[in-house]
């Protein structure tokens, strides 16, 4: 392959050229992941700087190097070239390497604070798990293969491989979170979107983007990767929805207006009953669904299928079996006379709305556990506190992911919000959720919120195995044991 193909499109220099012609098999930001003949792309990252390990690339084989650093001692044999604005192009690059394999995929694009998830959960059992591809939080599945999710939004280089694994599986659809980091960092630049939802948005990710004007234009990118921007799903019940609406004329959802409007008839810990409006037609449905915000979930899902052509009774017929993601107002499976809930929520507002849904269903108490991340934005903390005591009886104030603040100073600063006495504070996560399950009662509710389908916790550095739903086992166990349950 020669090199005009592969950096068709980018301004680059050449540094040094043994030849334009190589039959290199595949391109690696991972020095640990060359092989002989590929291509290493030398990435500049926020903790480490990919020029580091170029001669490890090489060691391992690498005979093409793409940098963004001029001043780089050059190898004898290898082919360097420099590309200014190598993090941002990267996703093209691999377009033109890979041969454009998202362009064999009908492509759904979720963004928001909030929902991105089980949006895409729900669009994956509305289109066919058997022919839809996923890409978000919790995982990355193309198939039958799961590959673990370190970012929401992949690395360009990857999306543009999983695309590949997709469409060499003869899947159709990829439906994908986008997240803020994503549109402003260029991951998702070499993709032409088919749909693009818009969820809400609300305080979150400050300590990266600085203020919700920022957050604000870094999800406005979305629109323009659409093929067209009427394809827009946007949520109209959320004020920046209304802005957005306006910029791309496309299809509204909400409770009470828009082209697709849901509203909530009978509510049970088993299901709700809910009123749905595609556009002029009216249904009843069931839903297993659980919440206003999960109804808000399925009505951006139902927009995006209805720019996929889907008919309205397909989408009513499948809707019925839709289980929510991992994580994701997820009951635990546990043998006990109250329900225990773990949940991702980790903003205030995520946090508002699974406690306001979990009052709906109460006929016990309400007792909340959470806690704040670390080197995240400090300004939510007292707001979530505010929150947690307002719609719980019983709040029980922990760890969240620490990573390298002192855990105690996020608990002051969520306690700085709170001004009942009906919490109290464990900075330990096993011990809190002892605590709740301790003083849970028959017909309580206790929300677990914060991690969700996390399976481990980040105490400085270091990643450490811990699972929400285990410890309510352990607890529960233990408490058994004692005598105490």
């Known amino acids: ?228 921007t009427r394809n827009s799903v946007i949520n109209i019940d959320d004020k920046y929805g209304q802005k957005y609406i306006e910029y791309t004329n496309g299809l509204s959802y909400g409770l009470e207006k828009g082209d697709i409007t849901g509203k909530i008839e009978h509510i049970s810990r088993h299901g709700q009953k809910v009123e749905l409006k595609i556009f002029n037609n009216k249904y009843e449905t069931e839903l297993k669904l659980l919440g206003k915000f999960n109804l808000y979930n399925l009505l951006g899902a139902i927009g995006a299928v209805k720019c996929m052509g889907m008919k309205d009774e397909d989408i ?34 995520a946090l508002e709305n699974i406690l306001k849904s979990v009052n709906e269903l109460k006929t016990g108490k309400v007792i909340s556990v959470f ?25 029980i104030v922990t760890s969240d992911n620490p990573r390298t603040e002192d855990p105690q100073e996020i608990i002051r600063e969520i306690a700085a919000g709170l001004q009942k006495d009906n919490h109290v504070i464990q900075p330990d996560r096993a011990k809190a959720i002892e605590i709740a399950v301790q003083n849970a009662e028959k017909d309580d509710i206790i929300v677990i919120a914060g991690k969700g389908h996390e399976t481990y916790q980040i105490i400085g550095r270091e990643k450490r195995h811990f699972d929400d739903r285990e410890a309510v086992r352990e607890a529960l166990a233990n408490l058994i044991l004692r005598g105490e349950k």
């Not at 957050?215 to 093929?227: D, E, G, P, T, V």
């Not at 017929?317 to 980790?346: L, W």
């Open 1 to 228: 392959m020669e090199i005009k193909r592969i950096l068709n499109g980018i301004d680059y220099e050449i540094l040094q050229e043994i030849n334009q012609d190589f039959s290199a098999k595949s391109m690696e930001y991972d020095s640990r992941k060359i092989n002989k003949g590929d291509i290493f792309i030398a990435l500049e990252g926020h903790t480490v700087d990919g020029h580091n390990f170029i001669e490890k690339a090489v060691e391992n084989g690498a005979e093409t190097i793409f940098v963004s650093k001029k001043d780089i001692p050059l190898i004898e044999g290898i082919n360097f070239y420099y590309i200014k604005n190598l993090n941002e192009d990267m996703g093209k690059i691999a377009s033109n390497f890979y041969g454009y394999p998202q362009n064999a995929l009908k492509i759904i694009g979720v963004t928001g604070t909030n929902g991105k998830t089980t949006t895409t959960y729900i669009l994956e059992a509305l289109l066919g798990e058997d022919k839809t591809a996923r890409l978000g939080t919790v995982e990355y599945k193309i198939g039958d293969e799961i590959i673990p999710a370190p970012n929401t939004t992949p690395m360009s280089l990857d999306i543009v491989k999983m695309c590949k694994k997709a469409a060499d599986k003869n899947l159709k659809y990829l439906v994908m979170e986008i997240s803020s980091h994503g549109l402003e960092l260029g991951r998702v630049n070499m993709l032409k979107l088919d749909v693009a939802i818009f969820t809400n948005l609300t305080e979150d990710h400050m300590d990266f983007h600085k203020n919700m004007e920022n957050y604000f234009n870094a999800k406005k990118k979305i629109f323009s990767l659409l093929k067209d």
């Open 316 to 349: 009513l017929e499948k809707i019925k079996y839709i289980h929510g993601a991992p994580g994701r107002f997820e009951p635990v499976n546990i043998d006990a006379d109250f329900t225990v809930i773990v949940d991702y929520a980790h903003t205030g507002d």
């Open 371 to 395: 806690g704040c991340g670390g080197d995240r934005d400090r300004e939510k903390r007292p707001v979530m506190g505010r929150i947690a005591e307002k719609y719980s009886d019983f709040t």
